[in-house]
Structure formats: C-alpha cells, structure tokens
C-alpha cells in the first residue's frame, strides 16, 4: 500500500489551516572554511522564535546527492516521490513561461536553429538570437494550423520557444528532432509507442510549415522539438489530502507547479509582504497556502551570499504578519539548497521548521539554520515525509488501526 | 526506477578524484560502561581534522540489526544495496584464497569428511584435519578430469577446500550435498533449476573421481559440496558511475569483492603507506581508490581493545600522505562495525566521515568518533548512499529534473 493510500484511508475533515513557505534554494553553505551559512549568518528573529517553538530539521528534496530541479524539488514537498512521477521537459517549459498544460495537451521545448541549404543543422542555437528577435518568428509561427488539433507557440528567450498541441489522442513518446551535433540534418518527429504516432503526424505537419516560414530567415531559419511532454497523472491536493490548497507565487514556474497538483493559483501581487496579505484575503477560502519566495535561490544562483543574507532577512521581516494569521500548522523549509558558494542548486540537505502550536514537540534548537537543524526533532528526513507530519499535526488523519 | 537508473542518467564526465579509505570493522565499544571505544580513545589528530573540515555520521551497512560479512558489508559501501545483491558463498570463499571466478564460473566450499564402509558420514570435518594434509590431499584431486569442464582445487584451511568449475552452461542451483549429521549418506547433487542440471552432473562426477582417490586416506577420505555460486550479476563501477577505479588492498578477499564491481586489482605493497603510495603512483590513471585496511577489523576478531586503539593511530599517522594527493572527495569508512568486546563483526552503525573541501557543509564535530558522528551532518545513513553523496561532491552528477 502507497503512503497516499494510507493517508487517503485515514482523512478526517477539519478546518485547520496549513501553510508551506518555500523560501527557494534556501539551504546553504559557508564560503570560508568553519564559517557560517548564509541561513546562519542572517539575522532572523522571527524564524529563530518559530524554530524554538516548533521543530526542526533537515530535508533531502529527492534522495541523497541528487540534486533536484525545481520540479522534482517541490513535488517532494507536496507530499509526492519525485522519483516516481517524471515531470517531462516540455511541460517544465510551458510551466515556467506560465503556458497552462492540460490532461489533453502535449508540451515540447523548441529551439529555433540554423541549416544549410542542403537542410543540415550549421547552428543548433541559431547564433542565440536576441528575445525580441525570437518573439518576432514565434508570432510568425502563430500562423500554423493543423487540422484536428490547437496549436499554441509561445516564445521563451533568445533561441528557445515553448509549442503546445492540444486535442484527443496525443501521446508524449515522440523522439526529439534534435541531431545533437552541427552538420547532421534534423531528425523527423518519430513516434516511440503507437499511441503517439498522431502527435508524431501533428508535429511533423507543425515543421513542414514553420520551415516554410521562416525559410528566407537569418540566422534562424528553422527549429528542433525536445521534451515532448504530456501534463503528468498526479493526484490533486484535493485528492490526496482532502485540501483545498492555495498557491501564491509570483513566478509562473511555481504556479505552474502548483497547478499539477491542482492547487487554485491566486494572484500574488508582488513582494513578500503582497503575498501574505493574499493569504490573509484568502484564509477563510482554504486550508492550504503554498507561498512561494523566490529570491533566497537567485541571489545563491549570483553567487552573491551578502544579498542572499539579506533576502533572508527580508524574509524574517515580514513573517509577523503571516504568524498573525494563526495557522495550525506553518512549515518554513526550500525545495532544494542553492549555496551562494556553488552558484547553483546542490544535493544538500534543506533547513527545516514544522511549527505547530498545539502539537509541536519542542526539541533543543532556539535559531534556524543549518548546523543547528542537525540537533533538531524532525532529524534529516525525505522532503515527501512532510505532508503526512503536516496534515497530522493538523489534526486531519486519524488514528491507523484500532 | 532504481537509484542507479537515476544516478546512470545523471553521470556527467569529471576529472576529480574519489578515495573510499575503508578501515575494516572500524566501529566498535567501550569495554566499561561509560567508557571510551577504541576509535574515541585513540589519538587521531589526522582525522578529526577531516571530522572538523568535513561532515560526520553513522553508516549502517545493511539495515538496522543486521551484523555483514565483508561481502554484504563491501556491497554497500560500493553502493549496491547487500539485500538485493547476492554473493554466494563458493564465491566468497574462492575470493577469500584469491581464486578468480569468472562469469563461466561456478565456486564451491568444500569440505573433507570421513565416511564409513556403508559410505555413511562419521564426521563432517574430518577431524579438522591439520592445513598441511588439507593441501597435500587437494594436491591428489587435482589429477581429476572431467569432460567439456575445467576443474580447478586450492585448499583453505583444515577440512576446507574450493572447488571451481569453469565452462559453459553451468547454472548454480545446486543442493549442498551435506546431509547436515553424522549417521547419514552425502547426498547426490541435486540441479534445482534445469539451467544447473550440467553442474549437477559435473560435481557428481567430481564427487565419483574423489572417492576413488580419497578411499585409503583417514580420517579425510571423502568430500561435500556446500554454497555452488556464480559471479553475481553486478554492475561495474564504470557501468554504474561511470568511474575507472582502482583497488589498493592488500588481503585477497578485499581484492576480490574489489573485482566483481569490475576494479582494476593494483599492486599494494604491504603496509598502509606503501598503499597510499601507490595510490600517488596512480593517482592520474583512475577516477576512484578504494584503499582497504585490514588491522581494525582483525585486532577487534582477537578482543585486543589496545592493540585496535595502536592500529587505529597507526592508520591515522599514515593519513598525511594521503591527504597531500589533494583528493576531491576522501571519506573514512569502514564495512561494518568489530568491537573488540564482542571479538566479532557487529550490526552497530559504523562512525564515517565525508571530506570534500569544495563542497562539506561542515557540522559541530571536531573528533571523530561513534558519539561525536552522532552529533554529524550526515546523519545515520544507508551505506549504499554514500556512492552517490561522493558523486555529487565530486561534481559528477547532473541535476535532477529541470
């Protein structure tokens, strides 16, 4: 039996309220030997207060040494295995540019490229042509129709573009078109199970016309299709935990994420401080908020620890407000670590709080961070084992067996 | 998907270094209540250098309870999970003396007995028959022959030998045939699976041949078969992690185990330094060193508390050395735990240390040892994760995911 199927077994309702902050690439690491983390170098009162009442702990997104995308790192804080539930490139894609992708649609990364003559790949990238100039051909290519099925492009940045067909029938197994080096010629769409050969016809049909199109372009004179993805089988939130649940995030990405899991995307407004006033419009409509902060993983991805010390302050800042909203249950974690010393995410472990007033079991740790979350209550735990231990303290599972 | 389907899809080219330093039984326990073990009471200030700069934790080789030969125990620190790796016992043995044993192999224990006129086994081990007979009788059955197979005899030790037979076909479901009792025949061996029916009838007729030879000796005048065991189906080391790595041990089984997961077996030398210098030796040729000592485990076997504690320091005064090759990734492990107050193997987790100067997150612990590991930021672990933690430190693991 899966752990969602125990938990589905043991849901009772209540009219708790539970929020997830996700403070992005949250965990870190020091730059100079014995020195502290960005988390421990940052003044934060009001986190420090939360980890002495609550619990803490730290959290491997994935499994450990894997470091996670920012798909796989937060279906683990939703309670899923990533492991187990592939979110495809194209639909990432789509997400991130905030393209809705639907149980009917198949999404998949394009590059506009260049080829010879003789139709042989010169420039996979097509001299990385500027965004403007990528919006221009993508509005071109808006003109494309294929029989039986919608068709979507939308531009992502410089050479890179977002396609998306919608209709019946449409498997994702289709190979990428991409030959991997110059001087190949591109490959044909080519269907690797028989459920995809329509979206196979569909997408060579769709590059027949583009090439056609952008035929008397330079330097981007076609385009290569990878990722083909379909919106992956997932259960909602509502499904696997009996929530309504809320997303506020401010990038597409994220709600984009959140829509996989059937979370009701509510509009953010801009700062930290928007979107728990958002929470707080919205606290009678549900009884889950996934509130996303996203500026603790692009200044780690900067490599730039003195900025991301102080998002993490703003971050502390503004936390009275949401505390003010009395949750049961506020867990304060990332879905990855993006030490500011790595320019990038990495596999470590993610500092942790579950604060929960009527249940918390308090464990030694008075301020949170990383060295200190190793002597915490939650201990190192998968980021999926959160869920259950949220809607526990929530007082929504009963009691497993009698 | 398993873990190493994900890590195979992860791999990417690196040119950093990885040393698995294993100290045989390394783990161990006070001999007084309230008392030190040997690791915590020897003086070790190479190591708890590492311990300072690096991460600390408790690795446990198998699960919890569960007390590894070396075999279960080297599988996991290789990152093959023990329990569902199986190597059997002939092959074990047959490592254990240096024998090789091939795909197209199939090893067997043997062991002298002594029958009675009625064929009827009076002893199972022959009087334990002194290791000088043993070899001058297994020097008889080397005359045996027999059709399509090559049939290779090395003694052990007392009653016990190794039988390999090598060629084509040779399945190993084959009964032991020790009737377990005195008073009873051997029995015929018995294919349990038709792929092992060729193997059944080889070692009958080894078993014929043998008679032949052995009916005039006393007390060991006939022998059983236990444990027939193929190579394991395993990955290699450059199949899983795509790393060329190198084996620097000095005692055959070592060696070995090294060979299965497809290590290139280097000459040792004899002591720890002569190691590490041939580590420097062929410091450009691999990827990945396993360096295994053998003095930890074998002292703790003998209940020599002080003389582990001097091996122990021994090790650590060699670690400069090792040091000065500039590792990328150098953990200090061992394959299980061999208190010298239990005189054998033990299920306790095992005290381990991660040192990645690039990349530790360091922890509060400034010793290293079985309290202050606990105290780590590794955390008490799998075994089998510290592949791929060592990976990603080595910077040879892709993220996961976009």
Known sequence: MSMHDVIRGLLEPAKTKIVLLVADGLGGLPIEPGGKTELETARTPNLDALATEGTVGLSTPVAPGITPGSGPGHLGLFGFDPLQHDIGRGVLEALGIGVEV??????????????????????????????????????????IKIDGVEVLVEPVREYRLVVRFRGEGLGDAVADTDPLSTGLH???????DPGSEKTAKVAAEFLRQAKEILKNESPANFLMMRGFAKFPQIATMEEAYGLKAAAIAVYPMYRGLAKLV???????????QDQFEVAK???????????????????GEDGNFAKKVEVIEALDAALPALRALNPDVLIVTGDHSTPSRMKSHSFHPVPTLLWAPATSRPDLV?????????????????AKDLMPLALAHAGRLQKFGA
């Open 281 to 299: 419009q919205n606290w009678d409509k549900y009884d889950f908020f996934f509130i996303h902060y996203k500026y603790t993983d692009s200044t």
């Open 366 to 382: 008075t301020t949170f961070g990383e060295r200190p979350a190793l002597q915490g209550g939650l201990g190192q735990f998968l």
């Open 262 to 272: 059937g979370m009701t995307v509510v509009d953010p407004g801009k700062t930290i």
């Open 186 to 192: 591109t490959l044909a769409p080519k269907a690797t």
């Open 102 to 143: 639907g149980p009917n649609d198949v999404a998949i990364r394009g590059n506009f490229c260049t080829i010879d003559a003789e139709g042989r790949v010169t420039d996979r990238r097509a001299g990385r042509i500027p965004t403007e100039v990528c919006e221009k051909l993508v509005e071109k290519l808006r003109v």
